[in-house]
């Protein structure tokens, strides 16, 4: 089983990927921060990817980063609806062309079956330029109208909103936002009101 600490939520894996950086206590962790993290979130999303999940090659760490701070570029500047870095998009456009994709024909039984391959130097040029073409793919495709930044106190999490009634990242999000809007009603009416609000939590300024 997986062993990793962060947030993975079932969302498109750029979505993953950006959710990397995420809030506990009011203080932002870097669930890529060290090797076992990172390793840990290959291993978390590996069945997800259309080949077999590469080791993480501590030398490429470097690359990960770039193509994370890309990605969640991406992702902000479709939020924001402006336009993104020109850094972000070379850095992705770059990467995808580290695997380029193509189809093969096999035999599946009775059946002639497509299977999609990545021609990639190494495992990790694989997984890098795969993360960068679903991320291509998802800002340019029908879904990027429903990218959603979770609005629940504290939370740095981005989600994708596949049906109207779905407002935060998860449960325990939309339990806590619910919480604070109970707070703030109460000391609306009556400002002497002992009771505790929770503690504020300190959003990151570089939230990309
Ligand atoms: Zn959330």
């Not at 999303?45 to 090659?57: C, E, H, M, S």
Request: hydrophobic share 40%.
């Amino acid at each position: 089983m997986r062993n990793y600490r962060g947030p993975i939520r079932d969302e498109p894996l750029p979505i993953e990927l950006h959710n990397t950086l995420y809030a506990v206590g009011g203080d932002v962790v870097d669930g890529l921060a060290d090797a076992a993290g990172r390793r840990a979130w290959v291993g978390a999303i590996g069945d997800r990817l259309p080949f077999t999940a590469p080791k993480v090659d501590p030398s490429r760490f470097g690359d990960f980063d770039a193509l994370r701070e890309a990605v969640r570029e991406v992702l902000h500047a479709t939020l924001e609806r402006r336009r993104p870095s020109k850094a972000a998009l070379t850095e992705l456009n770059r990467r995808s062309a580290t695997a380029p994709r193509f189809e093969q024909l096999t035999q599946a039984g009775p059946a002639l079956a497509a299977q999609t391959r990545y021609q990639a130097a190494t495992p990790m040029d694989a997984l890098l330029g795969y993360l960068a073409a679903a991320t291509i793919g998802l800002v340019s495709g029908p879904h990027a109208a429903e990218l959603r930044a979770c609005g629940a106190p504290g939370c740095v999490l981005m989600f994708l909103k596949e049906h109207p009634r779905r407002e935060w990242c998860s449960t325990q999000c939309g339990n806590r936002a619910r919480q604070a809007r109970h707070y703030a009603r109460q000391r609306r009416q009556d400002p002497t009101d002992s009771i505790a609000p929770p503690k504020p939590i300190s959003l990151p300024s570089a939230s990309r």
